[in-house]
């Protein structure tokens, strides 16, 4: 499975995403807003995105989303 190699912060709770085999685009992640853990994005957090080191889209050590789950959602 292709692994994410950059992950940039977009407005409207979105990120852009570029994985190991080229592809790339946009996802957006607004249901997710203000709903039980991502109630933290609501504080400028969501600009804080990056990848982990085994390959997870991550703002902090409480919210962490699956890149499989996100590349099936680009």
């Known amino acids: ?3 994410p190699t950059k992950v ?10 570029r994985y190991s085999d080229g592809a790339a685009g946009v996802v957006d992640l ?3 807003a203000g709903r039980g853990v991502f109630n933290a994005w609501k504080n ?3 600009q804080s995105v990056h990848l982990t ?3 997870a889209v991550a703002w902090n ?3 962490e989303l699956c890149p499989d789950a996100l590349y ?3």
């Open 1 to 3: 499975m292709s692994r």
């Open 8 to 17: 940039e912060p977009r407005d409207g709770y979105r990120i852009w995403i």
């Open 30 to 32: 607004s249901h997710l």
């Open 44 to 46: 400028r957090t969501f």
């Open 53 to 55: 080191t085994n390959g």
């Open 61 to 63: 050590e409480d919210i």
């Open 72 to 74: 099936m959602r680009l």
